[in-house]
């Protein structure tokens, strides 16, 4: 490592001079943390102060850079140096914030400041400035998938921004499902009646650009590479093969519905005078080309009575159907008992639903829908009895709890059945059985098929949607640069897939720009450091390569890990995997954090003042307990806090050295994880979570008690509850007893 200089600055503002001792805390930055060049200031961030630290940078030769002043997550553009190392110490939201201000407090607030001082001049001398990835991507064009509303609203939203797109549409037309209606459900008020479906105006706009390529029957043959990098052949119906260069691909491949012969109870298979929504709509379409009147399939006679059965194979408990509701399905049927009565009002419409579902427009669809007389009956649908042209609809009334009710003589019958992504391959689905597999009758075919080893298509959801963090980044997948949009991310209407597919053009173009300059994308967003891993102490256990959320690592001829820096999201989880600790960031390694363990001062067993760690998220656990200071919610003052990335990130060493240095109790706080995770990296509090399930092992060894370790779900709205654990924890602990290796 070249020669460094490390500087440290500590902050009087916001109340820090009036609670602490700013001259000791200079007096500790150079005497424990060794910082030759330590000055305090009034109020560090204004123009003074950072002029101040420019300065020094600029004619003392500061590298590293430790500020002690407010947390890492505020004043980040006073203090950005890019050029420079920083370290952040939280005297603001972390310390004073947090403490009573009170005489008898003082102490061991002074005493966290400086613990915080000497941890962050640690972690300052183990980092160095991130040069970036200079394996970087130039493309700029973006590749949409799929030529439905959401893909031709994606291409457009791209193109307007001036970005040139590929789209490919693996049949003849433009238009995808939408294509196919009548009508849509109205967007704007009043919400009286179907509206025109918008597709026509789309497909002229997509055919009239020429910064938007168009491939036709054609379908994604191969996708290799990384963000700004991507190589994608594109197979067209003559057997011919493009290549083109992209930056970043938005999947839009949409929908189809679920099999009604699945529901034979429902008639479903059973008379062509059963149909489904798409049933419906090509009924409609055809008797507007006609006399206006919709007719039965079976002998083309005029519909006088109709039924919709909501929630056909849907929210099904069992297992055996979809168990989600698709939200868009009662607005649906609304929409096409409207299609019955604008043209005659003395058709019988009936609707019978559980639970009736109208987003976007309240109840007034619904309440227009009453006033043209259609029939709306709170009900469970058993059977669909076919009987010659008409059915009986025999249900459940939930209102008069009737278990007989029917509605006989039904000339047809419409089956909402629910949306299913059309997501490609599931990496993660269970081993089928061969009998299983054979009695598949469509297997899924690859929509991207990528050159992952983890896989051809994004990973998914258990109900087959693609995976993504429907919180805070909805249409990111675990494939950086690999966006979705629309209906295979959720079930979802035309207004709510054209909104989505604007959100996923601008990732995509925030992803591809990113790519250029080396900088990961979201939830670290510009972030310019990369793993880099010393292969001489590899060992080729491949925990690394397994356990990203990722895809981003490979392997060589030599079964040596290859890092993707491009498609990197910077969670460290594999840092935290590796048993021999030889991945790291430039500012974020095993040393840095264990350096800051190491750098706190930790009382004897006689002192009565335990010291706990806490390893917090910095994602949700570290902004709840900012925020905790800002609305002033104390907290112990025996805690030592170090911000992770991920609990992916944490490397058991961490614990071992806390715990054999004295500390008398290690608090992990990750992200939820499971099925409705909230982990920013997706999967990385999972695999933290695992990680640490074995800690029992280490604790035994030491001969220390499984109350010194605690893993804790945290939320950014914990701003009440995170005080309240890290409280009740410290109580636990003064029970337990000091740790027996406080002196050694």
Request: glycine fraction near 8%.
């Amino acid at each position: 490592m070249a020669d460094i200089k490390v500087a440290a600055y500590i902050c009087k503002g916001c109340g820090l001079g009036e609670r602490l001792d700013a001259d000791a805390l200079v007096k500790i930055a150079q005497k424990d943390g060794k910082v030759p060049l330590a000055k305090s200031h009034e109020f560090l961030c204004n123009a003074d102060g950072v002029a101040m630290i420019k300065n020094d940078i600029a004619n003392e030769g500061v590298t590293h850079i430790m500020i002690g002043a407010c947390s890492r997550r505020a004043k980040t553009e006073a203090f950005f140096f890019p050029e420079n190392a920083v370290a952040r110490a939280n005297l603001r939201e972390g310390v004073i914030w947090i403490r009573p201000d009170t005489d008898e407090a003082r102490e061991t607030t002074q005493e966290m400041a400086e613990d915080y001082i000497r941890m962050g001049c640690a972690e300052v001398k183990a980092m160095t400035a991130p040069g970036g990835n200079t394996n970087t991507g130039t493309s700029k064009t973006l590749l949409v998938v799929g030529g439905g509303v959401t893909g031709m609203t994606t291409a457009i939203e791209a193109s307007k921004t001036g970005y040139p797109v590929v789209l490919v549409e693996k049949t003849g037309a433009l238009g995808g499902w939408a294509a196919k209606l009548y009508k849509r459900v109205p967007v704007h008020e009043p919400f009286k009646s179907p509206a025109d479906t918008g597709v026509g105006d789309l497909v002229a706009q997509v055919l009239g650009d020429s910064n938007i390529k168009l491939y036709l029957n054609a379908t994604v043959a191969k996708t290799d590479g990384a963000p700004g990098r991507f190589i994608v052949d594109i197979a067209t119906e003559s057997g011919a093969t493009h290549t083109e260069d992209i930056g970043a691909i938005v999947q839009a491949s949409g929908f189809t519905l679920y099999d009604m012969n699945k529901l034979p109870e429902l008639g479903g298979g059973k008379s062509p005078n059963v149909v489904d929504q798409a049933g419906l709509e090509a009924l409609a379409k055809a008797a507007a080309a006609g006399d206006g009147v919709i007719r039965r399939p079976s002998d083309n006679q005029p519909v006088k009575s109709v039924v919709f059965v909501q929630c056909a194979g849907q929210r099904d408990p069992s297992g055996t159907h979809l168990a989600y509701c698709s939200g868009v399905c009662c607005n649906t049927s609304i929409k096409q008992a409207m299609y019955f009565k604008d043209a005659n009002p003395s058709v019988d419409t009936t609707i019978i639903y559980t639970d009736l579902r109208t987003p976007g427009n309240g109840e007034d669809f619904y309440r227009s829908a009453q006033e043209k007389g259609v029939i709306f009956t709170k009900g469970k649908v058993a059977q669909v009895v076919p009987n010659g042209a008409t059915s009986t609809v025999k249900f459940h009334d939930l209102i008069l709890d009737d278990t007989d009710a029917a509605v006989a003589d039904v000339d047809l019958v419409v089956l909402a059945t629910g949306q299913v992504a059309n997501s490609g391959i599931d990496i993660f689905a269970a081993p089928k059985t061969e009998e299983e597999e054979a009695a598949v009758e469509v297997k899924p075919i690859s929509i991207l098929n990528l050159t992952y080893r983890q896989g051809k298509d994004v990973p998914q959801l258990k109900q087959g949607f693609t995976d993504s963090h429907f919180i805070c980044f909805p249409y990111e997948t675990r494939r950086t640069g690999i966006y979705t949009a629309g209906p295979v991310r959720r079930p979802m209407d035309i207004a709510q897939a054209r909104e989505d597919a604007t959100g996923a053009a601008l990732k995509a173009i925030q992803a591809l720009e990113n790519a250029e300059l080396g900088r990961a994308a979201h939830p670290r967003s510009g972030d310019l450091s990369f793993p880099k891993v010393r292969l001489e102490g590899c060992t080729q256990c491949k925990r690394c390569t397994v356990e990203c959320p990722f895809g981003a690592i490979d392997e060589d001829e030599k079964r040596f890990p290859v890092f993707n820096e491009s498609r990197c999201r910077r969670c460290g989880t594999c840092m935290g995997a590796c048993p021999v600790r030889v991945i790291s960031f430039e500012n974020y390694s095993v040393n840095t954090v264990g350096a800051q363990i190491k750098a706190v001062d930790i009382p004897d067993e006689f002192s009565e003042k335990p010291r706990i760690l806490i390893l917090a998220c910095e994602n949700d656990a570290y902004p709840a307990l900012d925020m905790a200071g800002m609305s002033r919610n104390e907290y112990s003052a025996y805690v030592r806090i170090i911000p992770i990335r991920c609990l992916g990130s944490v490397n058991t060493i961490w614990i071992t050295d806390a715990l054999n240095a004295g500390y008398d109790g290690v608090m992990l706080m990750g992200c939820k994880s499971g099925d409705e995770y909230q982990c920013h990296f997706v999967k990385g509090s999972e695999l933290g979570r695992v990680r640490m399930s074995k800690i029992d092992d280490t604790l035994k060894t030491l001969n220390l008690e499984s109350e010194r370790v605690r893993d804790l779900e945290v939320a950014i709205t914990d701003i009440e509850r995170v005080p309240e654990m890290i409280n009740k924890y410290a109580a636990e602990l003064v029970a337990v007893g000091p740790s027996p290796f406080k002196g050694f």
